[in-house]
């Protein structure tokens, strides 16, 4: 993960990462109560979910995910792709710093009591 603009830099305005996504991989659906996200597909072919809309695309793939909708983005593809992600308002990147520091115990209810934390809510899938 690379932090691009934190929000130090931005005067809490903005976050923007560029973090490589292993192939078949992605968060949970979850939903955010503090920024709206948006995503920017550098490399690779990524699946997103954002609300009721699921839309599949490669490089230049561009998606908004409003603050309160229910998000997610999954790499479809069989190696690493890239993406740039932007949050607004900036802070989001403390939550994935915690994250990174609890990296060799994660498991999903601490990654859950993390997320809630910063106003994230993790939606369990439905059986």
């Known amino acids: 993960m690379n932090v691009k603009l934190s929000s130090a830099e931005s005067a809490g305005e903005l976050t923007v990462i560029e973090d490589l996504i292993p192939p078949k991989n992605g968060p949970p659906l979850h939903v955010h109560s503090r920024e709206s996200e948006a995503y920017y597909v550098l490399e690779g072919e990524f699946e997103f979910t954002c609300g009721e809309d699921t839309v599949r695309g490669g490089v230049g793939t561009f998606v908004h995910a409003p603050r309160g909708l229910p998000h997610r983005y999954f790499n479809v593809g069989d190696t690493p ?46 059986a």
Do not use: C, W
Not at 100 to 118: N, R
């Open 81 to 126: 792709g890239r993406v740039l992600f932007s949050f607004t308002p900036a802070g989001i990147e403390r939550f994935f710093g915690e994250l990174t520091e609890q990296k060799d115990q994660l498991t999903p209810a601490i990654m859950a009591t993390v997320a809630a934390k910063y106003g994230i809510t993790l939606i369990p899938p439905k």
